[in-house]
């Protein structure tokens, strides 16, 4: 039975296991032809009742991974990929260089998107007018001074997200808390890192400005007692970075390009310069130097997916603090 036969059979029949082991068949004999076709097949399958779009999602997502670049610039459009593991741009920029990339990616915002992945993977692309600013503002290659971003690693039926390692928290003495400031600005941008937690997950996500240091910060979210380190900004962007990206525990993942949005985005303001957006790398630079940052923790055990971070203003006087989590129940 040829591959096309067998794909309609197999959409009639609307067994997603075995439309699975089919997408397997056809990933290895290469027929990138034969899986945009079974794709469209259990799409069109939606009007009758069918329920493919599992399937569908998944021929998406191997074409991205596993298709030479001709191929997954095609998936690399609006709507494509929505139960997939993470988002297709991601997906496709993990497996694949700019360079092969590019001359089939369609422009629109998934393009930008797709090539800011490849930014964080180190490519440079300073010279790419085709990157539209207003889907992402960001310079299109690392500053010397960010991090290295916890990249993911896609497989055909498994991820990994890592996180970023930080030092180990100590105990600490906290101060007496201090009553919040009217910073919108600054709670929002904290708040947000955590948007997907808290939109589509179980997540919850808090932020407190006060006059005085990040400790005090902390002291004003309520623990009742804490742990706390220092930690260099580097550090403390990859775990903004990570956290923006993230899917936590029911959410779609972002991917990391959008997360070093996130991060580099909250930083300019907690820093106060987001009027100056997108603000200079070396402008950015100093003032992540010039802040103070925390990772800290309420001293108890880590469940599920978590971001505890403090910072300190010491030129204002201000200290601001995060703690969003999420968990799978």
Not at 5 to 31: A, F, M, P, T
Not at 207 to 226: H, Q
Request: aromatic share 6%.
């Amino acid at each position: 039975m040829s591959p096309a036969r067998d794909s309609s059979r197999l959409v009639e029949i609307g067994d997603l296991d075995e439309l699975l082991r089919h997408i397997d068949r056809l990933v290895e004999d290469e027929d990138w032809a034969g899986l945009l076709d079974l794709r469209d097949r259990c799409r069109a399958a939606l009007e009758r009742g069918k329920q493919l779009w599992p399937a569908a999602s998944h021929a998406e997502y191997r074409i991205a991974l596993e298709g030479p670049a001709e191929w997954a610039g095609r998936v690399l459009v609006e709507g494509t990929g929505y139960f997939a593991l993470g988002p297709l741009t991601e997906v496709a920029a993990s497996a694949h260089t700019w360079q092969e990339l590019s001359p089939h990616v369609p422009a629109g915002p998934r393009r930008t998107i797709c090539a800011h992945e490849r930014v964080i993977r180190g490519e440079d692309l300073s010279e790419d007018e085709s990157l539209d600013p207003h889907v992402m503002d960001l310079a299109p290659r690392l500053h010397d001074w960010e991090p290295g971003y916890p990249l993911a690693t896609y497989r055909p039926y498994e991820a990994d997200f890592p996180s970023p390692a930080v030092p180990v928290t100590r105990p600490i003495e906290l101060p007496g808390p201090a009553p919040p400031l009217d910073e919108p600005d600054i709670v929002h941008a904290l708040v947000d890192l955590a948007r997907i937690w808290t939109t589509q997950s179980n997540g919850r996500a808090e932020a407190v400005v006060v006059e005085g240091d990040a400790l005090r910060a902390i002291a004003s979210l309520g623990p009742p007692r804490a742990r706390a380190v220092r930690i260099d900004p580097a550090e403390a962007l990859a775990v903004m970075a990570w956290t923006a990206a993230s899917s936590g525990a029911h959410g779609r993942r972002a991917g990391m390009a959008v997360g070093r949005f996130g991060a580099l985005w909250t930083l300019a303001t907690v820093a106060g310069l987001t009027d100056e957006w997108p603000v200079p790398g070396e402008e950015l630079r100093r003032a992540a130097e010039e802040l103070d940052w925390w990772a800290w923790d309420a001293d108890e055990p880590t469940t599920g997916w978590q971001c505890q971070l403090a910072i300190a203003d010491p030129a204002e006087g201000l200290g601001c603090a995060l703690v969003a989590t999420d968990a799978t129940e």
